[in-house]
């Protein structure tokens, strides 16, 4: 599958098992996401993160919900139905086990290129919804895939209905 991906134009991040982000200095740069076939061994036995801001032809991006209650209320405001979406039949969704918790991956349009990640925050100051494609400075986020391992020792696991490899924008 991880030749696949990057088949595909995914850009992918080598991050240690069981961990939740890259330990190496400088993973966020371009020049040191995996985009060739060849260096996809380098991934086995590993977590695989995705570098949205690297992908092409049009970068990715992860809807990052930690609070599904919450996030469903505040994209409703904004006109978006977060339980229509999870259902829709190309909806590539996935999760790492904990409560609540849910990502949704998106192909951006190819004219806006990689956007900013943005974080919403609740009344506590708690992160409970957060767009995730690059930094201000322009180097990349990544959000895990499955089948990698997070933290807690749980497998993510892909929930919605669609595949990865032909993602919706």
């Not at 969704?93 to 956007?115: C, D, E, N, T």
Request: hydrophobic share 40%; proline share 6%.
């Amino acid at each position: 599958m991880l030749r696949q991906l990057v088949d595909s134009g995914f850009a992918l991040i080598e991050v240690p098992l069981g961990e939740k982000g890259p330990m190496s200095t400088g993973w966020n740069l371009a020049h040191n996401a995996i985009t060739s076939v060849d260096d996809t061994a380098k991934l086995q036995g590993k977590n695989v993160g995705i570098a949205h801001a690297y992908c092409s032809p049009a970068p990715t991006c992860a809807i990052d919900i930690d609070n599904y209650r919450f996030a469903r209320n505040w994209l409703a405001n904004e006109g978006f139905d977060l339980k229509a979406e999870l259902l829709r039949a190309d909806s590539v969704v996935f999760g790492s086990g904990k409560r609540y918790s849910i990502k949704i991956l998106f192909r951006m349009p190819a004219s806006f290129g990689p956007q900013i990640t943005r974080q919403i925050m609740s009344r506590a100051n708690e992160v409970v919804l957060e767009f995730r494609c690059a930094t201000r400075k322009g180097t990349t986020v990544q959000d895990l895939i499955p089948p990698s391992v997070h933290p807690s020792g749980k497998r993510y696991k892909w929930l919605g209905n669609g595949n990865i490899l032909s993602l919706p924008t």
